[in-house]
């Protein structure tokens, strides 16, 4: 499932509440939107959180629950109603299915029935159009050495993409110790990603928006933390959670990531639907360009997530020429930005956008035309089927020795 479902919860029980939420708060999959613990309050909450799933577990009342899922279901048709219960008895079950209820999940559920549940109900219930509409895309920027114009590509590409008023953008700056996005952006955030970290587990979609720094091309930004003691707060899975959450609030996740290529880097590029290797045309850079890809031939579909983007295209000294380099890749080249270190600089130290700085100039066009390309090229693979995202099992971790 490449989309993160949104979830109610209504169980008067505080402890198989407290037990269901948990489950849910440890899935990648899902987003727990609001959880209530009386069924006559459940309707609000459902009209106000508007949650792609809603789950009434059974056991405090059958009766009432039975009824309110009956009513849920005529008056909120666009949220699929879940029963939970211990009881398996025939007769409860029917009832259940009869008033509406989309499946039945027996209690205890293991985290994969759980899964597979919500796997059958996307499926059936919502079809291709709900999940398209749902769905966010998440392109990670890497480079193949340091300065090679990663942060330049992030930033203004996350701002092309803000433009279009159908999205809604997020920027994730991964480089945790040195990360630069806020000072292309010009802006001083209140929160940063180690704030985030701290309260995943209590943050609501609302809550994690406020977190982040709007900026006024409509860009969001989620900024590395300030000093480096809080970098070790983050971990390869409050990564993969915050992400989550930010696929649940945005059609569009940039990341810019670190050189290092870390497991928190990984976990990033794990998750992401497009891996855009920004590299230069010299020798130092395209020998990494090579080991990275022989690398990344370990991981399942990494290999054809990555585009290779060539900036400063156009720059003399020491470069080697496009064609050699395509034979020495043994793959095309995705996009071209080309070299204009005067108006690059002036971004960055004016902390404003291409599209602002220099609407017309060729490196803005430049990364328009990556921003359509990259559009595209989702469209195309959501056409042709979901891209799956497998955070559990990863090959990566073979590399980090001693990494469960
Ligand atoms: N197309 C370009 N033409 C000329 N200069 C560029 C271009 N893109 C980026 N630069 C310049 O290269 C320098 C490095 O850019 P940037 O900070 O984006 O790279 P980076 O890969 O994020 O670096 P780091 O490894 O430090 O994170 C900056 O001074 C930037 O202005
Ligand atoms: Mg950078």
Excluded at 37 to 55: A, C, H, K, M, N
Excluded at 131 to 153: D, E, L, N
Excluded at 206 to 219: A, D, E, I, V, Y
Excluded at 243 to 266: E, N, Q, R, V
């Amino acid at each position: 499932m490449s989309n993160v479902l949104r979830i109610a919860l209504v169980d008067p029980n505080d402890a198989t509440r407290e037990s269901l939420k948990a489950m849910f708060l440890g899935l990648n999959t899902v987003w727990l939107e609001a959880d209530c613990s009386r069924y006559e309050f459940f309707p609000d909450v459902l009209e106000q959180t508007t949650p792609d799933i809603g789950v009434v577990s059974l056991d405090s009342n059958p009766d009432q629950a039975i009824d309110l899922i009956e009513r849920l279901t005529t008056e909120i048709p666009g949220t699929a109603i879940l029963a939970a219960s211990r009881d398996t008895d025939g007769q409860l079950i029917l009832k259940t299915i009869r008033a509406g209820a989309k499946e039945f999940l027996t209690l205890p559920i293991s985290d994969e029935d759980f899964s597979e549940a919500l796997h059958r109900v996307t499926h059936q219930n919502f079809g291709s159009m709900k999940s398209g509409a749902r769905s966010s895309k998440v392109i990670a920027i890497a480079g193949a050495t340091g300065g090679v114009g990663t942060t330049s590509t992030a930033v203004n590409l996350g701002c092309v993409l803000a433009e279009n008023t159908l999205n809604s953008v997020a920027l994730l700056d991964l480089d945790l110790a040195l990360g630069d996005a806020d000072v292309f952006l010009d802006s001083i955030p209140e929160y940063t990603l180690a704030d985030v970290v701290q309260n995943a587990s209590r943050l609501d979609i609302q809550l994690l928006k406020r977190s982040l720094t709007k900026h006024s091309s409509g860009l969001y930004l989620l900024p590395r933390p300030i000093e480096l003691q809080e970098t070790n707060t983050i971990t390869a899975d409050s990564i993969r959670k915050v992400i989550g959450l930010l696929k649940a609030s945005f059609t569009h996740l940039i990341i810019d990531l670190s050189k290092t290529y870390s497991l928190i880097d990984m976990t990033a590029i794990e998750s992401a639907s497009k891996v855009v290797l920004v590299t230069q045309l010299d020798l130092p850079c395209l020998r990494n360009v090579v080991r990275l890809m022989m690398s990344f031939e370990e991981m399942d579909d990494l290999n054809e997530k990555v585009e290779i983007v060539v900036n400063r295209a156009g720059l003399d000294s020491g470069q080697i020429s496009l064609k050699k380099a395509k034979e020495t890749l043994g793959r095309e080249v995705f996009a071209l930005l080309p070299n204009d270190y005067r108006t690059m600089i002036e971004v960055r130290n004016n902390g404003v956008p291409l599209i602002v700085q220099a609407p017309r100039a060729g490196i803005t066009h430049a990364i328009r035309e990556l921003a359509s390309k990259l559009e595209e090229t989702s469209q195309r693979i959501e056409g042709n089927g979901e891209l799956v995202v497998n955070a559990g099992k990863s090959k990566w971790k073979k590399f980090w020795p001693g990494t469960k």
